[in-house]
């Protein structure tokens, strides 16, 4: 039996429609969740870092900012719709030049570039293949970068992130902390790997307005 909650959050019915976007990105989340606070100890000056699923950009706008002139954000997002309202609010913000846009599929996130952080902030739940996303987003890290997952609580058990974090972890991503955050659950993971990378493709971007690899 279908149930409402499952209904108002999407549990079977895949991706969060941009409608809802307006529960994303307000002042009452502002006060609970501060994303500069959250994304600080992760995001310096210079640093290639990529949101996944980033929604209409809550975290990928502070990122921006974060990493200034010298530094890309990669926002990487199934719904082209979400990666519009990106565009409009990173003008307003003076950091759209810092954000580049990549349009994902459901079983291909992201193969660009390697990066020094990742974030992928309560999204997971909504990608099909846990497995194939967390192998995927390994190799785009860096050898010492950092991924952070957040999962809402409200929506994703105990249990659940459990499973999410053993999955991550049989992908090859090492499990480092599990930092606080509030409505949510947090594991901050290390690729799991030493050595310097030198198997990731210069580059595999397209022109604007979105990046993707064909395959
Ligand atoms: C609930 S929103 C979270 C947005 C943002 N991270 C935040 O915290 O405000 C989830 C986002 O993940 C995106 N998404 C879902 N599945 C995806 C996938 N397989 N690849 C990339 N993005 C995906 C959705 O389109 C949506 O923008």
Redesign the pocket.
Known sequence: MIKWADIIFFRKHG??PRWFCFT??NGLRRLVQNPDRIIRPYVGEGDKVLD????IG??TIPMARRVGSGGRVIA????ES?LRGIVRRAERAGVRGQIELYL?R?DE?YSGEPVDFILS???AH??PRLDRFFRQLRAALKPAARFLLAEPKLHVSRTQFDGEIAAAQKAGLALLERPAISLSHGALFGSGRVGTSGRFPADQREASPFTRKEH
């Open positions: 991706v969060c994303f990105d996944v699923g980033p929604g809550y975290f990487a997002d199934i719904q979400m994902s459901p996130i902030f309560w999204m909504e990608v």
